[in-house]
């Protein structure tokens, strides 16, 4: 009798260890059916990020003011946005930068886009600054209708520093010149005004003795809340010799306003190509580069850079010089750009793609010797390893880095000290509009300000190893108080 019940019992209680066995089992089914899918399937790709929440490279829009500008020739106030640009991108240059003590680094900012009805980033440049010169950044300044550009400008290196604020000038005469050039070397350079005694007397247009490899800059006049500030005329470098060019990209605030957020540039414009699709927006004092063939850009103010001869409200260098660089070559160069342009508008296939990944998808359906012509942008590797470059690069060490981080940084500042000692409404409540001003200048302001962080050097040989031209005598002051010029005279100093 027992026996039996011992045999009842362990058989009971390996019934029952079964029974706790098999719902352990179902548990622990159940808890990873559950839980795995937190952790996802290791060998499992997820979708790829939605378009909308990734930067966006562009492949054209504003050329980075740093870089290159056109002469505004109107002095009206800067292009106003409706709304405030957001906080700084922090921008990791590439290791790979561009060999010489004339370059320097000058960092991005905000560009109002009209398309879009928002802003994007204009990035950071290697630029080769103008011998002796120091750029000072241009800002957006908080008026009633929003935020109004105020552009930047460079200013010669001088043992005093401090920026002139003069009454506005006159209108410019003598925007084209008075027939054809009297040499075949010579470039027509527009009239200027200069303030002298308390007036303002009249430089004439003059024709200049042009330079390869260099750029005239003519001396104008930069429009700011407190003033204009006179701009002396500057041999500059020629485009391709100028630098750097990262490309523009579009930031959706999803992404800029991450908490530690910054961005590696490594995408680069092919200034060959930007030449060949240039524009111009003079309002804003800024370049475009890239598809702005339809008509509805001139009503927005992008032109075409070769209708500056037209329109008589902005001078352009650039185009000046290339005319008379391609005068042996390509004697009808400028017929053929205006004839490039109007195929380009009569054709949306001829125009260059708005996007790098645009350009990317187009050039693997093209044929290897139709590819050039819509490469806009290229890989900083691909740039650097192009033997036809003028620029030639090296390794930025770990230090160098530190101080690249650091320049930037002091540009922001300088470029926020800027707004403050021009801004119009300093120690008053209200803000001022962007058309109706304070009470107009009558006598020059000087302002002392801090050292700009961007200065060209004085004493380097630049990449083509040797100084740049002597300043034409039309622009001495001395000459032009003298009254010694008279209308079209020919500049034979150089």
Not at 254 to 267: A, V
């Amino acid at each position: 009798m027992g026996h039996n019940k011992s045999h009842s019992l362990k058989e009971w209680s390996l019934s029952e260890r079964k029974k706790q066995m098999k719902t352990t089992i179902m548990i622990v089914m159940t808890l990873t059916l559950a839980v795995g899918p937190l952790y996802g399937n290791a060998g499992e790709k997820p979708p790829p990020m939605p378009a909308e929440e990734q930067p966006e490279v562009l492949t054209r829009g504003p050329v980075h003011e740093a870089f290159a500008e056109p002469v505004n020739l109107q002095f009206q106030p800067g292009l106003v946005a409706p709304t405030q640009p957001p906080a700084n991108i922090v921008e990791n240059p590439p290791t790979d930068r561009p060999v010489g003590t004339q370059f320097v680094w000058v960092p991005g900012y905000w560009a109002w886009d009209s398309e879009r009805n928002s802003y994007i980033w204009i990035s950071g440049c290697w630029r080769a600054a103008p011998p002796n010169m120091y750029w000072v950044s241009g800002y957006w300044a908080k008026v009633a209708e929003g935020w109004q550009w105020v552009p930047g400008f460079w200013m010669p290196v001088t043992s005093v520093r401090q920026i002139e604020y003069l009454p506005a000038p006159p209108a410019v005469e003598e925007v084209q010149p008075p027939g054809a050039p009297p040499y075949s070397d010579n470039i027509w350079v527009p009239s200027c005004w200069y303030w002298y005694q308390g007036q303002y007397i009249r430089r004439p247009g003059y024709w200049l003795a042009a330079k390869e490899d260099w750029v005239w800059m003519p001396s104008h006049y930069v429009w700011t809340p407190r003033g204009y500030v006179f701009v002396g005329g500057y041999w500059d470098y020629v485009l391709d010799s100028r630098g750097v060019l990262f490309a523009p990209v579009y930031f959706p605030r999803t992404i800029y306003e991450r908490p530690g957020f910054s961005y590696s540039l490594s995408i680069v414009v092919d200034t060959g190509h930007l030449q060949f699709s240039l524009f111009t927006r003079p309002r804003y004092w800024h370049y475009y580069f890239g598809d702005y063939y339809d008509d509805t850009y001139i009503g927005i103010g992008i032109y075409p850079w070769f209708e500056f001869k037209q329109y008589h409200t902005w001078y352009d260098p650039i185009y000046e010089y290339n005319r008379w660089h391609f005068r042996k070559t390509d004697p009808r160069w400028d017929e053929h750009e205006r004839n490039e342009y109007d195929r380009r508008r009569a054709n949306k296939d001829l125009r260059p793609p708005r996007t790098y990944q645009e350009m990317e998808n187009r050039l693997v359906r093209l044929p290897e010797p139709q590819r050039r012509n819509f490469r806009m942008a290229e890989p900083i590797s691909a740039f650097v390893a192009d033997k036809k470059s003028p620029l030639k690069f090296g390794n930025i060490k770990t230090n160098a880095q530190e101080k690249i981080s650091r320049q930037s940084t002091d540009v922001h500042k300088f470029r926020e000290d800027r707004s403050r000692w021009e801004s119009p409404t300093s120690g008053q409540k209200t803000v001022q509009s962007s058309v109706e001003h304070k009470v107009p200048k009558t006598q020059p302001e000087q302002v002392k300000i801090p050292a700009s962080p961007v200065t060209g050097r004085r004493d380097f040989m630049n990449i083509f190893k040797k100084s740049p031209p002597s300043r034409p005598a039309n622009e001495h002051k001395t000459e032009i108080r003298n009254g010694r010029r008279t209308k079209g005279n020919r500049d034979k100093s150089n």
